[in-house]
């Protein structure tokens, strides 16, 4: 059926888990590539499960990529599939997209790399993290070197925060997300 699609540039797929995850690609991508949905880990001896006890939490999809090392961000390795969704990303994305603002833009799709898979914004994206811009931005009650700091080192700043460390993330991309969301302070969601 996907085949069929003949302009795939505009369509994003996300994939939603049952525990708030919800990272998206752009539907080209997944198609030039060899995904599947895994419901048994093949590495392990018969009569054990996923290796980390994936199965006994989020039965019973995981996506897994042929040929793509895990560290490659752009590829999403979601498990416990609660949806997977073909939308266009101005449908999709409308509410969390700057139109009219190319600084914005910039910063819109590294935190769509980086952030949106755990953290809305005017409720697009995941819901594993709190939202960051509706009702109230993050931009207003934390500092910025404050929100640098914290992913640098979520356990520092909340003893039992479960959000990943981001050690890697540059600094000038921290930059264009901060400039992002400085951006849609202004903006809410859809009602």
Partial sequence: MLAQIKDTSNLRITFTCVDG????MNLSKVMEHEGYLAVQDLDQPEGKDWADSLANKFRPYYLVWQGIGKTDETFAWPYGLAEIRIASFIYDF???YPLHDKAAQKGFALYQL?????HSINRVGGVMGPEFNYPKSITTYWEKEDIWNFLRNPQSYRYSAKMPALPNLPKEEFEEIYTYLLAMQGKKPRE
Avoid: L, Q, S
């Fill in 94 to 96: 409308a509410d969390a």
């Fill in 114 to 118: 980086h952030c949106m898979k755990c």
């Fill in 21 to 24: 995850y919800a990272p998206n």
